[in-house]
């Protein structure tokens, strides 16, 4: 399982980015994809997860109404779309898949939000 996060940058406070995860390895379609992100000494939260087809999603309640999650069954990707970023978005962003219990992680992308 290998899966790989691009699309993090620096940016102003109330600006967007859009993350995206290459997955490989398994079965992409067939499982849920989720987005966390870790802050300097705090935990990691769940930003947002998708179904597998795509159908449902969920939110961080910090998040809802600012970023969208979605994903592109034909090319294995995951998306993370980012609107309004606040400083305290600022963080480590990682694209997670959950397989027969074992959680994979990408190697997450710096996301900075500061003016």
């Known amino acids: 399982v290998q899966l790989v996060e691009s699309g993090g940058g620096l940016v102003q406070p109330g600006g967007s980015l859009r993350l995206s995860c290459a997955a490989s390895?398994?079965?992409?379609?067939?499982?849920?994809m989720a987005w966390f992100r870790q802050a300097p000494g705090k935990e990691r939260e769940l930003v947002a997860a998708?179904?597998?087809?795509?159908?449902?999603?969920n939110y961080g309640d910090s998040v809802k109404g600012r970023f969208t999650i979605s994903r592109d069954n034909a090319k294995n990707t995951v998306n993370l779309q980012m609107h309004s970023l606040k400083v305290e978005d600022t963080a480590v962003y990682y694209c997670?898949?959950?397989?027969?219990?074992?959680?994979?992680w990408g190697q997450g992308t710096q996301v900075t939000v500061s003016s």
């Open positions: 997670n898949v959950r397989l027969y219990s074992v959680s994979y």
């Open positions: 390895g398994f079965t992409f379609s067939r499982y849920p």
């Open positions: 998708i179904a597998s087809d795509g159908g449902s999603t």
